[in-house]
């Protein structure tokens, strides 16, 4: 099939904070620099989901000017709680005793998605070429294997890949350089990653699942520019997680949770846990009476300094979420992606103009406060392996006494899909009954996503093995995929008498959390782009 290219000095493959950084300082430095951005989502931001409480210091770095040029980041942190709960009670530990990574009093809580949609907007008035609705379906390499570009989806292509009326071939982005800046778990990324070895030296990658929801409330209920954090209750002792708590402007607040995909108990569910977590007597006073008004949930990567892969190859960088530069114990992500970002545009300059290798990157990177910022932070997740008494307690010593500068690096032994036991030896968790005030089921939940995907395509959840799941996952784990998902893309079906199951994947339900591709304990599950502008649509996440 012939197809058509376009060619530009560097290709972009994703509309998040680390590739809209890239592309705005790519421009700074060389105007004349040509550049496209690939977005899977309908529109810049739509596939953006975050706490988010925003730390400037790589906006400062890349548009100093941000409050004068209108951007949207207005409201302060004014105030800080953190609480260890039990099923009804809490206790208030003292902020002054919080580690100084954990404090946010000059901060600013924001929507990441709007703050996309700025950038972009900043993007653009430099010259960079954005293309919303097209999703990077695939890897384009030269002979010698380095990267070449990437190819844009087919569009209209039915569920038995045969050619709609509608079709229309995907085009070339063919690129000096490509930057891979897709997020959490790329589904480029990690075919990048296997093909160069990336991960080599590194500790196997760590995520978490997130996720988020946006209530108006009574303003009695409001204060805003509060930040409220809990650990506790309703995770037991060797469950890693916990919740998050934002008092946004207009009587918003932005709450969600998060808990750690390393879990052990097939039973769990993410989802049912973060609404049940709403029941706690703090919680459902403060949105009684309110109304949830948004919903979404993301993974989100949480193996930091040991965990982070080479991030440079041939032809190509791999930047932001994408590598892992998420600090986990500051629960941020955006202000490290934008920095990676940056240094990745002062990479490319160097490359394009002085003929330096593309690996000046990884060198800038480690001289970077980015750098630093991951390795004070290294010993925190993995030190909550011998629970959350512990970890609290190490990371107290790491954090607090030695500010991140313990004379050793504890490691990450297991990735993710790894850690299921197997059902029979886990207890069964019995969930309450969401009320439709204060919880919620997940139908009405991916409603609020606004997700929605082309009638008739090929499933974008592929399945190495079609028996897998009933053979081996369901017997085992009593299908866990269908618990871990978000939004319910993924039920067990059986007969009226309870017998002959299937697995079924309600695929244009999907939210692209990717937390399937993560944790289906065999592998089996392998989520590639569906068609460009498909997902959800998220606005003010």
């Not at 209530?215 to 919740?243: I, Q, R």
């Not at 949830?292 to 930091?304: K, M, V, W």
């Not at 993924?490 to 339900?509: A, L, T, V």
Request: include cysteine; aromatic fraction near 10%.
């Amino acid at each position: 099939m012939e197809r058509e290219s376009m060619n530009y000095d560097v290709v972009i493959v994703g509309a998040g904070p680390s590739g809209l950084s890239a592309a705005i300082k790519l421009k700074q430095l060389d105007p004349e620099v040509s550049i496209c951005i690939l977005e899977k989502g309908s529109e810049v931001g739509a596939h953006i989901i975050s706490g988010n409480v925003f730390e400037t210091r790589a906006l400062d770095e890349l548009i100093p000017e941000w409050k004068e040029k209108g951007a949207p980041i207005k409201t302060k942190v004014k105030n800080e709680k953190f609480f260890f709960l039990g099923k009804s009670s809490s206790f208030s530990w003292p902020v002054w005793l919080l580690p100084s990574v954990q404090k946010n009093h000059k901060n600013y809580i924001i929507s990441l998605a709007n703050l996309c949609r700025w950038l972009a907007e900043q993007a653009e008035a430099l010259g960079v070429e954005i293309f919303p609705g097209f999703a990077a379906s695939k890897i384009l390499f030269n002979e010698d294997e380095s990267v070449k570009g990437v190819q844009s989806g087919d569009m209209g292509i039915a569920k038995d890949g045969a050619q709609k009326d509608n079709f229309e071939p995907g085009i070339e982005l063919i690129g000096k350089v490509t930057i891979f800046a897709e997020g959490c778990r790329g589904h480029l990324g990690k075919v990048l990653i296997k093909k160069f070895s990336l991960d080599k030296n590194c500790d196997p990658q760590q995520y978490g699942i997130g996720f988020k929801e946006i209530w108006e409330v009574n303003e009695e209920n409001h204060n805003e520019g509060l930040v409220m954090h809990t650990a506790g209750w309703p995770l037991d002792n060797k469950t890693y997680g916990g919740s998050f708590c934002y008092h946004a402007e207009n009587n918003k607040i932005f709450i969600g949770y998060v808990i750690g995909l390393d879990y052990q108990n097939p039973h769990l569910s993410p989802f049912d846990e973060f609404q049940r977590f709403k029941e706690h007597p703090i919680i459902n006073t403060m949105l009684s009476g309110g109304k949830r008004i948004a919903y979404g949930a993301r993974a989100l990567i949480e193996g930091g300094f040991q965990s982070l892969p080479q991030m440079h190859m041939p032809g190509a960088l791999l930047i932001g979420c994408n590598a892992g530069t998420l600090n986990m114990p500051k629960i941020k992500g955006s202000h490290t992606a934008m920095k990676s970002g940056i240094l990745a545009a002062e990479a490319i300059i160097d490359h394009l103009k002085n003929g330096s290798k593309l690996s000046i990157y990884e060198k800038k990177f480690k001289n970077s406060w980015v750098h630093t910022e991951l390795f004070k932070a290294r010993n925190v997740k993995p030190s909550f392996r011998w629970g959350l008494v512990l970890g609290v307690i190490l990371t107290g010593l790491d954090q607090i006494i030695f500010r991140g500068r313990l004379p050793f690096t504890l490691k990450h032994h297991h990735s993710d899909y790894e850690t299921l036991k197997s059902s029979s030896e886990m207890p069964t968790i019995q969930y309450p009954k969401p009320d439709g005030k204060i919880t919620f089921d997940k139908t009405s939940s991916v409603y609020l996503t606004g997700t929605n995907h082309a009638d008739n395509q090929p499933v974008h959840l592929q399945l190495k093995d079609q028996s897998l799941p009933i053979n081996y996952t369901l017997k085992n784990f009593d299908e866990p995929a269908q618990r871990y998902c978000p939004v319910g893309v993924y039920e067990i079906q059986r007969d009226e008498n309870g017998n002959n199951p299937k697995f079924i994947i309600n695929s244009q339900n999907c939210i692209h959390c990717k937390t399937c591709d993560i944790k289906e304990p065999s592998q089996n599950i392998t989520w590639v782009a569906p068609e460009g502008g498909g997902g959800p649509n998220y606005t003010n996440m």
